[in-house]
């Protein structure tokens, strides 16, 4: 099983600041198969990027995400308000699909 | 516009089992993989399994196996999950979601979550 630990755990920023959370694999994650979600309270998993760096329908391009191999990163450029949530790194490249523990990013 | 709703809250007394639906509608129910994830209280996200109807082709994650089976009904577009033998550690929201042609995949359409309780 590919165990993902992302870092750090809670991120404290401003609006307009720079947010960089990282997503480090147990092993080798073929093909860049890793997408990041965000997570609102009381809601669903949203789609942000898939295939490490893809950003998915209706993605503001201050989403991005990199990466390969075992370390792979999010940035969110300026911070919305409407992006302080919990972000979750998903590896789908080998069974069982698996999921980051998850970054919150709260308003400083 | 593909859209994910999938049944009501449940309560369910330790060792009982549960089926939770979830119906496509706006797309295709067949062509594509609908996984389980699952979100206990305060936690992270987990997954639980998928299956590709058209293939009638299912993968379970070996946490759940033996325990949880995902089946699909394509002249209704509704899948399904069945969890058996609970306990209060299966207290969840449990979600499904759609992802492409491959058992594992990401996932651009997710329902709005059913919360199991199981309590004595």
């Known amino acids: 099983e590919i165990v993902l630990t992302q870092s750090p755990g809670t991120l404290s920023l401003s609006p307009g600041e720079r947010a960089t959370l990282s997503c480090r694999a147990s092993?080798?994650?073929?093909?860049?198969?890793l997408a990041w979600y965000q997570q609102k309270p009381g809601q669903a998993p949203r789609l942000l990027i898939y295939g490490a760096s893809s950003r998915a329908t209706g993605i503001p391009d201050r989403f991005s995400g990199s990466g390969s191999g075992t370390d792979f990163t999010l940035t969110i450029s300026r911070l919305e308000p409407e992006d302080f949530a919990v972000y979750y790194c998903?590896?789908?490249?080998?069974?069982?699909?698996?999921f980051g523990q998850g970054t919150k990013v709260e308003i400083k | 516009q593909v859209q994910l709703v999938q049944s009501g809250a449940e309560v369910r007394k330790p060792g009982s089992s549960v089926r939770v639906s979830c119906k496509v509608s706006?797309?295709?129910?067949?062509?594509?993989?609908i996984s389980w994830v699952r979100q206990a209280p305060g936690q992270g996200l987990e997954w639980m399994g998928g299956?590709?109807?058209?293939?009638?082709?299912?993968k379970y994650s070996q946490k759940f196996q033996g325990r949880v089976t995902i089946t699909a009904d394509a002249s209704t577009s509704t899948a399904y999950m069945e969890l058996t033998s609970l306990t209060s550690k299966d207290t969840a929201v449990y979600y499904c979601?759609?992802?492409?042609?491959?058992?594992?995949?990401?996932?651009?359409?997710w329902g709005q979550g059913t919360l199991v309780t199981v309590s004595s």
């Open positions: 979601a759609r992802g492409g042609w491959e058992l594992l995949h990401y996932f651009p359409y």
């Open positions: 706006g797309g295709t129910l067949s062509g594509y993989v």
């Open positions: 998903q590896q789908y490249d080998s069974s069982p699909v698996t």
């Open positions: 299956i590709i109807p058209a293939l009638d082709t299912e």
């Open positions: 092993q080798s994650v073929s093909n860049n198969y």
